[in-house]
């Protein structure tokens, strides 16, 4: 009897001990992900590309839909990546009803353009009108 405590006991420090290992090698690789507006570098005031269009990247927030930067050029195209983390479910149905952009993103396919014309606030939404936002144009 007192060897099969003593047996359960060198288990459950062993477990102990390989737990405290793992996790204390979990703690030396940890370093923060970088966030994916980071990841992308996207400016946060208007930049003309190298191609003559305007980078920018749509997220949501607890705020709505955020586009960075949130003031844009007018007659310049915009090139938007859609951060696909933050947006999900029918977000994804993403409509900007003064300029006709209707787009459903997915992975691989997370990528729209649009040339805003007229300085302004324009609005965005989401097929159902759950989620909205805005952005400006100069």
């Known amino acids: 009897m007192k060897k099969k405590k003593d047996a359960n006991l060198y288990v459950k420090i062993l477990a102990g001990a390989v737990i405290v290992v ?4 979990a703690l030396m690789n940890y370093k923060p992900l970088p966030t994916r507006t980071e990841e ?3 400016p946060t005031t208007p930049v ?4 003559n269009y305007q980078q920018a990247m749509l997220t949501y927030t ?6 960075v930067p949130s ?3 007018a007659g310049i ?8 983390e933050s947006i999900s479910g029918c977000l994804r149905s993403i409509t900007i009803p003064q300029l006709g952009v209707e787009k459903t ?4 396919d997370h990528v729209f353009e649009f040339t805003p ?14 989620g909205t936002g805005t952005f400006r144009v100069e």
């Open 77 to 84: 195209p915009v090139h938007v990546m859609v951060d696909l």
């Open 105 to 108: 993103v997915s992975e691989g």
């Open 48 to 51: 003309l590309s190298e191609g």
């Open 40 to 42: 992308m570098r996207v």
């Open 62 to 67: 607890a705020k709505g839909y955020e586009m």
């Open 117 to 130: 014309t007229t300085p302004g606030e324009y609005k965005i939404i989401c097929a159902m009108g759950m």
């Open 71 to 73: 003031v844009l050029k």
């Open 22 to 25: 793992l996790v204390a090698l």
